[in-house]
């Protein structure tokens, strides 16, 4: 995934701990969730809106400190008029920007709707009246309950980590774009 991705060489040594290192954190992060009655902190706004926006500012800066004036060359494509080229810019700022935001969105509703959607099936089976209801009707109804609460865990586990590997992919991505020519070998 990282050679597919990045396909660069030089900046390997320096860009491969911090994917390595966010890929364990971000499945640590939502694997947690998993854990019953326990929340994935990467259904917490402000834990997934401080690492989008610290990877964010440190990509930027990282382009910036390697590429010096030449990481602006990012917002224009060669070859374009100079009018157009006016014109892309600022939609080709606006865009690099909004990429945090959009891998915000992803990781959060992603995470948060595994663990609403496991909350109210926990809730609704331990709020269950068994003593009010029939014999047979209640056992009936909590083994249904019970029987979704299984593969709902499975499927938040792997949810968890497909949206850790969603995420990187993502930040693999944004590196490609920020580094720019440098990529090329």
Known sequence: MYKKNLNFKYYEHSVLPLVFGLALFLVTLNIGGTIPM???????????GTLCLSIFFGIVAFGINHRRLTFFRT??????I?????????????????KPISVFCRLFSNMMSGHAI?????????????????GLYAAL????????I?????LEF???IIQAYVFVVIIC??????MGHYNRH
């Open 38 to 48: 326990n929340m994935a902190l990467t259904a917490q706004i402000s834990v997934v």
């Open 173 to 178: 991505l944004f590196i490609k774009d920020t």
């Open 150 to 154: 299984v593969p709902l865990f499975v």
């Open 141 to 148: 109804t909590v083994s249904f309950l019970t029987s979704l």
């Open 75 to 80: 917002f224009y494509s060669p070859g374009t």
């Open 82 to 98: 100079p009018l157009v080229g006016m014109l892309l810019v600022p939609i080709e700022v606006l865009a690099y920007s909004f």
């Open 158 to 160: 792997m949810v968890g």
């Open 118 to 134: 496991l909350k109210v099936i926990v809730g609704a089976l331990s709020a269950m009246p068994i003593t009010k209801c029939g």
